[in-house]
């Protein structure tokens, strides 16, 4: 199993950021069951002003996530912090600090939906939902880095599985769980979080490492 995405008139995201980067973000910052998702980019958001709006439909039990590619991209040119707390260096780095924010709004939905409190205050940027994930955009923001093929420490473009360090790392990694009858996907997505390692190509390496050996990995 893997989450449904469907992009919806995404041409200019698309000019940054490809489909398949799109879906490796959703792919390691949603923490959840496999769940569908529509990545729709707008020139008039729900939320006027607003870069991007996370809307969770409880009937099709879907994610939908509108995009508004000419907000982002004044924001970057006026120098203002993006998704977390932090500028982005790019258009590309800006669009999927924005995506991983409203990712984790999609996580808040399974956590918090029952508490209102955490979603309402007057003013915006002071409701717990916001500080939340603007901070989980700030703590993930080598993990976003890597899934866009950037080192994290320099920010110039790298092929993170193709190092013969990484991928010596990863086999350490696997071979930590190699003795285990059944293996969560998050554990997996944890212990290379730790490392530093956390994107989705990483991800698939070690687990087709461990299903080869017999080990079954359960999706969250």
């Known amino acids: 199993m893997a989450h449904s995405i469907k992009l919806v008139n995404t041409d200019k995201l698309e000019k940054h950021l490809s489909k398949q980067e799109i879906c490796d973000l959703v792919d390691v910052l949603y923490r959840w069951r496999d769940s569908a998702f529509v990545i729709l980019e707008t020139n008039t958001p ?3 002003g ?3 709006v996370h809307m969770y439909d409880p009937i099709t039990k879907a994610h939908t996530i509108q995009l508004c590619y000419e907000n982002i991209i004044k924001s970057l040119n006026r120098g203002h912090s993006i998704g977390g707390n932090k500028k982005a260096k790019d258009a590309k780095i800006a669009i999927a600090f924005v ?7 999609a996580n808040q939905d399974e956590m918090h939906r029952p508490n209102e409190i955490f979603y309402t ?34 920010r110039e473009r790298s092929n993170v599985v193709d190092k013969v360090d990484t991928l010596n790392e990863l086999q350490t990694i696997a071979e930590c769980f190699i003795e285990c ?3 969560d996907v998050k554990d997996i997505v944890e212990e290379l979080r730790s490392s530093g390692l956390n994107n989705s190509k990483n991800v698939t390496y070690v687990r087709k ?5 017999g080990v079954i990995v359960k999706p969250v």
């Open 46 to 48: 729900h939320i006027k």
């Open 209 to 213: 490492m461990l299903e080869e050996s």
């Open 121 to 154: 205050k007057k003013k915006y940027s002071k409701r717990a939902c916001e500080q939340e994930a603007r901070l989980f955009v700030d703590n993930n923001e080598n993990v976003i880095l890597n899934v866009l093929g950037y080192d994290s420490n320099v």
């Open 181 to 183: 009858l059944e293996v």
């Open 50 to 52: 607003s870069r991007g």
């Open 99 to 105: 995506i991983a924010h409203e990712l984790q709004h």
